[in-house]
Nanobody
Framework: QVQLVESGGGFMQAGGSLRLSCSASERTFTSMGWFRQAPGKEREFVAAIRWTGGITDYASSVKGRFTISRDVVKNTIYLQMNNLKPEDTAVYYC??????????????????WGQGTQVTVSS
């Protein structure tokens, strides 16, 4: 079972930037993604990236503000978050997808999760 460890969360004022990292304990060839969960809400898709080729997908709420990327040598994915808004406040989780070529937005299509990192954005 791959272990995923997120880091980089914190407190930021609206309009600021944060970068999240997610390191995998072993090499992965499947897609990986970021999800977030705010109190009282379901886990929602944020962004995903295909490990081979780096094709990406974004939720409409973050497109143009967030950028997902990966470092194949370090087995790490990143989420650069710019122009943060209070509605971005949530616990952010990275996940390893089940599929190599398919990008998916469904949590059930991810088989491993990190412990989560809190992002809080003040107005």
């Amino acid at each position: 079972q791959v272990q995923l460890v997120e880091s980089g969360g914190g407190f930021m004022q609206a309009g600021g930037s944060l970068r999240l990292s997610c390191s995998a304990s072993e090499r992965t060839f499947t897609s990986m993604g970021w999800f977030r969960q705010a109190p009282g809400k379901e886990r929602e898709f944020v962004a995903a990236i295909r490990w081979t080729g780096g094709i990406t997908d974004y939720a409409s709420s973050v497109k143009g503000r967030f950028t997902i990327s990966r470092d194949v040598v370090k087995n790490t994915i990143y989420l650069q978050m710019n122009n943060l808004k209070p509605e971005d406040t949530a616990v952010y989780y990275c996940g390893r997808g089940r599929y190599i070529s398919t990008l998916t937005r469904t949590p059930d299509d991810f088989d491993s999760w990190g412990q989560g990192t809190q992002v809080t954005v003040s107005s």
